[in-house]
């Protein structure tokens, strides 16, 4: 079993800056791909950005004001969310694609609610 621990969402003013926190613990061999995904009240859950091995997959509307890194040896992954709009208020959930040494699954974190708001 894995689990994946989301940390660091709260309320910032627009303009502001809020780093997210993801660490993953379990039964892990190795991590493919993390990424993070937002659901905003009465919408989908959309993709926001996605790492895997050097590559990373932004959302055009989060790109040039986020910015996502990884930490390996830590099984962590980051969201640097910079100038915050009111659009980005979501809940904010982690992935990852998680080898146990036998198969390959997906997980989900319990998510992070980000609030920008004045």
């Known amino acids: 079993q894995v689990h994946l621990v989301e940390s660091g969402g709260g309320l910032v003013q627009p303009g502001g800056s809020l780093r997210l926190s993801c660490a993953a613990s379990g039964r892990i061999f190795s991590i493919n791909a993390m990424g993070w995904y937002r659901q905003a009240p009465g919408k989908e859950r959309e993709l926001v950005v996605i790492i895997s091995g050097g590559m990373t997959k932004y959302a055009d509307s989060v790109k040039g004001r986020f910015t996502i890194s990884r930490d390996n040896a830590k099984n962590t992954v980051y969201l640097q969310m910079d100038r915050l709009k009111a659009e980005d208020t979501a809940v904010y959930y982690c992935?990852?694609?998680?080898?146990?040494?036998?198969?390959?699954?997906?997980?989900w974190g319990q998510g992070t609610q980000v609030t920008v708001s004045s």
């Open positions: 992935n990852a694609d998680v080898y146990d040494g036998i198969t390959t699954l997906g997980y």
